[in-house]
């Protein structure tokens, strides 16, 4: 057999053929007018997407890259903290500022349950000397997306920043900096930004930067004053990432003229394909606020999780995502993030469900492609 691949997966995501081919060309200097240009067309450009007037800075590094610079860039050693704990991602910024040697008050909910702003702000009134609330827009793990919003308002009362993991959300459902009152938003390259893994993205309102002014925590990679200050010459302190920074024009250019309303929309549309697709065919989401990043679904009962995965990766080549930590075997995870289409989700929901039929399960065979064809055929443009 000719093993074609398809990558349905959560993160990295397939590329825009336009900035595909970036890659293939000969490097750049990148201390160039011509690097410089493209470079300020990128941190101008990512304004956009974040909703913000404030500086966007660029790093070379993995979307967690930039989660670790928003910690040690904004705090002191033993600072209390909340963070929101909804699954591996939320997790992680626990992990992150205990590394930090923070003083971490972590609200650790069940997968897919829902966390309100009236809800944060009680911990808020517990901890009134947490200086920093570390969030996340849409956790990839369970496939929720949680109301930024409502956190930034329960937030701005108090003296606390909201800093946010968008790495998974951002541009592919709403979370406008500026507008709600995020304080720090990270974002990543790899996701619905839709170029390869390596770039991160970070910018910080005023409430965030006088921060920086007081943390003494150490730091030097990713010290944002230096980034702050190359910005100004338009450029990074240390070598950027010239080609993906090159591909990210790209997809900027690309992102800009669809619009990011209209790209909200089609995520929309393709999760709620995925949705109708699942629940056709008898199976359950995990979230109870599912997003439309990535769709969680639960394995049903006398399935094998982890050979069901299997299955459609190796034998059908589809690149699902399987369930994380304690949900390993017991979840999949059908993406429909960055430059996917309504065919990328028919692949996956056919691949499921052949490999749901070699293990037993009973459902009628086509009807999750049916459901997912019949959202498709209403709402594609
Ligand atoms: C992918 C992802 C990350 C991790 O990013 P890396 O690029 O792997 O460092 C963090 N948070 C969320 C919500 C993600 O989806």
Redesign the pocket.
């Known amino acids: 057999m000719i093993k074609k691949t398809y990558l349905v997966s ?2 990295p995501v397939p590329i825009p053929e336009d900035a595909l081919v970036e890659a293939a060309r000969p490097i750049i200097h990148h201390r160039t007018d011509i690097f410089s240009g493209i470079f300020m067309e990128v941190a101008e450009g990512m304004k956009y997407v974040f909703g913000t007037k404030r500086d966007v800075f660029i790093l070379a590094s ?4 930039a ?1 670790e610079a928003a910690v040690a860039n904004l705090l002191s050693p033993g600072d209390e903290v909340i963070t929101i704990n909804g699954g591996k ?1 939320g997790e ?1 910024w626990g992990e992150i500022a205990r590394a930090w040697g923070l003083n971490v008050h972590e609200i650790v909910l069940e997968w897919g349950q829902p966390f309100t702003g009236e809800q944060l702000a009680e911990e808020l009134k517990k901890y009134p000397k947490a200086k920093a609330v570390f969030a ?1 827009l ?3 793990s369970s496939g929720s997306v949680y109301d930024i919003k409502s956190f930034a308002q329960a937030t701005a009362k108090t003296d606390a920043v909201l800093v946010v ?1 968008a ?3 951002l541009g592919a459902t709403p979370c406008p900096m500026d507008e709600w009152g995020v304080d720090v938003l990270v974002a ?1 390259s ?2 619905a930004l839709m170029i390869p ?1 390596g770039l ?1 993205y970070i910018a910080l309102s005023e409430k965030a930067w006088k921060l920086t002014e007081t943390s003494t925590l150490p730091k030097y990679y990713f010290d944002l004053k230096a980034y702050k200050k190359s910005l100004g010459k338009k450029t990074t302190p240390y070598t950027p990432a010239i080609t993906l920074i090159i591909q990210q024009k790209k997809t900027l250019e690309f992102i800009k003229k669809i619009g990011l309303e209209t790209l909200f929309e089609h995520h929309r549309i393709l999760a709620d394909a995925t949705r109708s697709g699942v629940k056709a065919i008898g199976l359950e989401l995990l979230s109870k606020i599912p997003g439309n990043i990535a769709t969680a679904v639960k394995v049903p009962e006398g399935v094998d999780g982890a050979a069901l995965v299997k299955t459609v990766q190796k034998k059908y080549g589809v690149y699902i995502a399987g369930g994380q930590s304690h949900y390993k075997g017991k979840l999949f995870r059908i993406a429909h993030l960055g430059y996917m289409g309504a065919f990328d989700i028919i692949t996956a929901l056919s691949a499921v469900e052949m490999a749901l039929d070699e293990q037993g399960y009973k459902f009628e065979m086509g009807a999750s492609v049916k459901a997912a064809m019949e959202v498709f055929r209403r709402e594609w443009k």
């Open positions: 959560p993160g993995s979307g967690t890259g989660m991602f992680r996340t849409s956790e990839t993991d790495i998974s959300g990543g790899q996701k893994p991160a």
